[in-house]
């Protein structure tokens, strides 16, 4: 069973900037798109991030500019580094991985982003 773990999350100040990483059970090569999601309470989850087969990116506006997504397929590791970070940005992220039409998710990491 392919598993996805995250870890990363954590506290921080307006203004400042966590990575999120994403260990995967096997290949993140084999994962042809691999993506973070977020969801904040009450509200529905929200495309953050993606990568998909030759390191093609793409973001959601409202992160463009301050978050970057990739991929370490040697580690089997998929980031989100996040910088400029403000309250808008706290809420519990997901690492999603696609092989073939299976989708795989991680179980979530909290950012909290406060002073």
């Known amino acids: 069973q392919v598993q996805l773990v995250e870890s990363g999350g954590g506290l921080v100040q307006p203004g400042g900037s966590l990575r999120l990483s994403c260990t995967a059970s096997i290949s993140t090569f084999l994962m042809q798109h691999m993506a973070w999601h977020r969801q904040a309470p009450g509200k529905q989850r929200e495309l953050v991030a993606s990568?998909?087969?030759?390191?093609?990116?793409s973001y959601v506006d409202s992160v463009k500019g301050r978050f970057t997504i990739s991929k370490d397929n040697a580690k089997k590791i998929l980031y989100l580094q996040m910088t400029n970070l403000d309250a808008e940005d706290t809420t519990v992220y997901y690492c999603n991985g696609r092989i073939g039409t299976d989708e795989i998710w991680g179980q979530g990491t909290q950012v909290t982003v406060s002073s």
């Open positions: 990568i998909r087969t030759g390191h093609i990116t």
